[in-house]
């Protein structure tokens, strides 16, 4: 019997032999590799750098009656509607509008009603209506959104004025402010003397100016008071309320005694409503009408830049797409030269070919896995957060991963335009659901099942944690790649042994024989 | 690959049922470059092939011969034959394939295969191969049925498919060593192994050619290099020399005779029936059935019915006198060629050309020569194969 030392030295001489055979093989063909790689690389790397995150001019016109205030505002109205937003005339008719997008002078329409005055009088939003050319659902639901953003800016405008005018009249709230201070200042005086009639008298005074100021002011607290309640915090209280308050006290019988306490609240409290009149005045009614406004940022100081996000797709689906490919073309090819007649009458088993042919592709997947980071390195500043040697071990998984579905595959095709044309519908199949351009999130779970059969899914998700958050991919991922390379691989195993196999007794005969024996 | 009796076998059992058609490769092999100058001292094999595994159903010394269905095991002796075959029979679709094959191929021979093309030669080859099951027959292959080869019995095989199955994107070096590495060739003294058979082949010149830049002889000539760089004892040839010129044909063909007489036993394919004549023994087969088997001189008796010989005498003869020729001669069938000119079909030819010489005297005739012919193979091949035709159409 052949010594164990042998027999592994035999078994590791032939999967040496694949490895060479197939390295050498690959690296002759530069014409397939730039085709399989270099070609959907540029490809990508020109959408990367061509691609506009800015959204196209659109060109404006508004619609409004020619006695509309809004129509000498059409320029700032078109502004509204966002960046993109380029106002090329002012209509009265809508008729106009519609001729100017049908011969595509015009991409979008802003039509203000003509009695927007009598609408909101009576009770009712009166409607901006805008049309557009876009016929892109994604392009349109962006039309929308600005559209529905410049009504929502119109409001915020009309709104603004509005609370302007009002810290206009600021001033005139605050004028019987005085007449109240002076009225306090005298009760004061008066129970310091004892002198109940200037006592009565001043207190008449005072809730004469304070129901005044309460006319006066009401409007313009009520929204101070409203954003108060919008944000959950507490009521901060009208101090002219509670000057009210303390001057409907001081006509209690019982707090005689407590008269100086009061009143020096009461005149604390008209400080506080001086002070209030004042910080009304000096609100911006931009931020009056809108006290919010959003601010975000990635957590934990991550901002990924646009052409940096798509790296990791970008290699993790051309070195599936390469590992795949040359997967199932070295098997479709030698099939088709009639190796595999040799293979049969050789000592080969398919294990010893699979894993040199595994060995080669593993070698050159991982080279062009580094010369695609290379070039995102070099040309546009990529870095990963995380250690280079998980970012390594990532692209491996997708190689081996992408192999044995390249093996799988090669099952399926009978020559090796059939094997190509596979490869190409893979590879189709996981720009759609690998997670490259929308997140499998967005997917149904139904669909997402698609996603988790290509290699390219783990890939992506793995090298985004490891290139963006600098951390280990989640257990899940690294379970599911490593089972995926594992399933695939043992059909492709069994496949292979189906190739390079000859006939062989089944079992049943092999014991019917040693029986007869 | 499965490694069927692997294992199952202890050393000992192994000494006491090992065959004598084993081959021998429990050391490497003690080459002797005087006596085999394709192998060079220190090409070896590797010892994978250190003992021919001989299980319970392999042993051919009066042992059960494992059948390729699931019959009633038939108990059978066969003789000390590199390939024996009885009844070996492989359908791929009604009325074709290969039918009722009666093979006994001795070891240290070549045997010719010889038939049209679509004749079944190739499914022949693939069936002793072990690369497809036959449907029902028995077949030993050295000593064991391929559908039990494992790895070792499989190094004893060489295998020279009819179209090139080699890479046409490597070199014809790279080419060889991978079919060397398939084979288990150890690493030392393959250099050399490759370059003797790439010169062997009148390739040395052109190792760093790439494949696909080869002319179709060239690539012929290296599938030949590489069946023979593991120095199997036995071969399979499908057409070796098919698009060959005559030259390197005939260099092939002094080749095979060489390995042969090193022991190797050779098992060849080819339409050039004139290729018969270096074999040992010839099978024709035509329509997947074996029409005739036999030696060259054999098969130009079957089917010539007898020895040719081609008499010519001074002058025509009368009819009588062709009557009293053949008698005298005992022919079996005669043709004149022309004036006075005969070819006579007889049971020995060395015989009658003695008794021919004698009857002329006697009958006052005067015999110009008397010269046995030999028919070349394609005639031979034609006249065995148009006797099939002619004895189907009667059984009608």
């Not at chain 1, 015009?106 to 203000?112: D, E, L």
């Not at chain 1, 081996?400 to 090796?416: D, M, R, W």
């Not at chain 1, 999130?441 to 669909?447: D, E, G, H, K, S």
């Not at chain 2, 199952?8 to 006491?16: I, L, P």
């Amino acid at each position: 019997m052949a010594k164990p030392v042998e027999r592994v030295k035999g078994r590791f001489m032939r999967a040496m032999a694949f490895f060479k055979k197939d390295t050498l093989e690959v690296f002759r063909q530069p014409r397939l590799l730039i085709t399989l790689v270099v070609g959907p690389f540029l490809i990508l790397f020109l959408f990367g750098v061509g691609f506009n995150p800015e959204p196209p001019v659109l060109r404006t016109v508004v619609v409004a009656p020619s006695d509309s205030g809004i129509a000498e505002r059409s320029e700032q109205l078109a502004h509204a509607l966002g960046p993109q937003a380029q106002l090329v005339g002012t209509l009265t008719s809508v008729e106009e509008a519609e001729a100017m997008l049908a011969s595509g002078e015009a991409n979008v329409a802003v039509v203000i009603p003509s009695d927007v005055v009598e609408t909101v009088r009576g009770g009712e939003q009166a409607v901006i209506t805008i049309l557009h050319d876009q016929i892109d659902p994604f392009e349109s639901s962006v039309v929308e959104l600005f559209a529905q953003s410049a009504v929502d800016q119109v409001n915020r405008e009309v709104l603004e004025e509005v609370v302007a005018a009002g810290q206009g009249r600021a001033a005139e709230i605050g004028a019987p402010l005085p007449a109240a201070q002076t009225a306090v200042g005298a009760m004061i005086d008066a129970v310091d003397a004892n002198d109940r009639v200037a006592f009565e008298s001043s207190r008449a005074d005072l809730i004469a100016s304070l129901d005044e100021l309460a006319r006066r002011v009401a409007a313009s607290d009520a929204v101070i008071e409203a954003v108060g309640e919008q944000t959950s915090s507490e009521p901060s209280g009208s101090a002219l309320d509670s000057a009210l308050a303390n001057a409907d006290q001081l006509n209690q019988p019982d707090v005689r005694d407590e008269r100086a306490e009061i009143l020096t609240a009461l005149e604390q409290n008209l400080e506080d409503l001086e002070a209030d009149i004042e910080n009304f005045q000096a609100i911006e009614p931009a931020v009056l009408v809108s006290p919010f406004r959003g601010e975000s940022s990635g957590y934990g100081g991550i901002d990924v830049d646009f052409t940096h996000y798509y790296i990791p797709g970008v290699v993790s689906l051309l070195v599936q797409h390469l590992a795949l490919t040359f997967a199932a073309l070295s098997l479709v090819r030698e099939r088709t030269l009639g190796s595999v007649e040799l293979f049969r009458v050789s000592p080969l088993s398919g294990a010893e070919a699979l894993a040199g042919k595994y060995l080669a592709n593993v070698v050159i997947g991982l080279l062009v896995g580094a010369a695609l980071t290379a070039a995102s390195v070099f040309a546009f500043g990529f870095q990963p957060e995380g250690p280079w040697w998980w970012y390594g071990l990532a692209v491996l998984l997708v190689v081996l991963a992408s192999q044995g579905l390249g093996f799988v595959l090669s099952a399926l095709a009978k020559t090796e335009s059939q094997a190509v044309q596979y490869a190409m519908i893979t590879l189709l199949v996981s720009i759609f659901f690998s997670g490259f351009f929308i997140s499998t999130a967005r997917l149904l779970p139904a669909v997402q099942v698609v996603s988790y059969l290509i290699p390219a899914t783990y890939g992506i998700k793995a090298l985004q944690d490891i290139a963006f958050w600098g951390r280990l991919p989640s257990i899940e991922i690294i379970l599911g790649a490593v089972l995926y390379s594992f399933v695939l691989g043992a059909l492709a195993l069994a496949f292979m042994r189906r190739r390079v196999t000859a006939a062989q007794l089944s079992r049943k005969q092999r014991r019917l024989a040693r029986a007869a024996a | 690959m499965g490694d069927i009796n692997e294992g199952t076998v202890s050393e000992a059992e192994r000494s006491e049922t090992e065959s004598p058609v084993v081959i021998d490769h429990s050391q490497p092999r003690a080459v002797n470059p005087e006596v085999d100058p394709i192998a060079p001292l220190g090409m070896e094999v590797l010892d994978e092939a250190a003992a021919f595994p001989a299980g319970e159903t392999e042993s051919v010394a009066g042992d059960v011969v494992t059948t390729i269905d699931e019959r009633p095991q038939e108990t059978v002796t066969p003789t000390d034959s590199a390939v024996w075959a009885r009844g070996l029979s492989k359908e791929f679709e009604p009325g074709v394939g290969v039918f009722d094959l009666d093979l006994d191929i001795p070891k240290g021979s070549i045997f010719g295969f010889i038939g049209p093309s679509g004749s079944g030669k190739t499914s022949t080859i693939r069936l002793l191969t072990g690369i497809i099951a036959a449907d029902s027959g028995d077949l030993l292959v050295l000593g064991k049925s391929p559908l039990e080869f494992d790895r070792i019995a499989r190094s004893y095989l060489g295998y020279m498919p009819q179209l090139s199955v080699l890479y046409p994107e490597l070199t014809l070096r790279q080419n060889l060593n991978f079919a060397a590495s398939l084979f288990s060739v150890r690493w030392r003294g393959r250099r050399r192994r490759v370059r003797e058979m790439l010169d062997f082949v009148d390739l040395l010149s052109a190792r760093n050619r790439l494949l696909r830049n080869a002319s179709g002889g060239m690539q012929r000539r290296l599938a030949l290099a590489a069946t023979l760089i593991h120095e199997p004892e036995l071969l399979f040839l499908d057409e070796p020399t098919a698009g060959i010129d005559p030259v390197l044909r005939r260099k092939f063909w002094d080749r095979f005779i060489d390995l042969k007489e090193q022991g190797r036993t050779i098992f060849v394919t080819t339409q050039y029936v004139g290729e018969a004549a270096y074999c040992d023994k010839v099978g024709v087969l035509s329509r997947g059935r074996l029409i005739a088997i036999d030696t060259p001189e054999g098969l130009r008796r079957q089917a010539m019915g007898g020895e040719v010989l081609d008499v010519r005498f001074e002058s025509a003869l009368t009819s009588e006198q062709i009557s009293r020729l053949v008698e005298a001669a005992r022919a079996t069938r005669w043709e004149a060629r022309g004036p006075g000119e005969y070819r006579l079909v007889v049971e020995d030819a060395g015989d009658v050309a003695a008794d021919l010489s004698e009857w002329a005297t006697a009958n006052s005739l005067v015999v110009e020569s008397v010269e046995p012919y030999q028919p070349p193979f394609d005639d031979v091949f034609v006249e065995l194969v148009t006797r099939l035709d002619v004895e189907e159409e009667s059984d009608g």
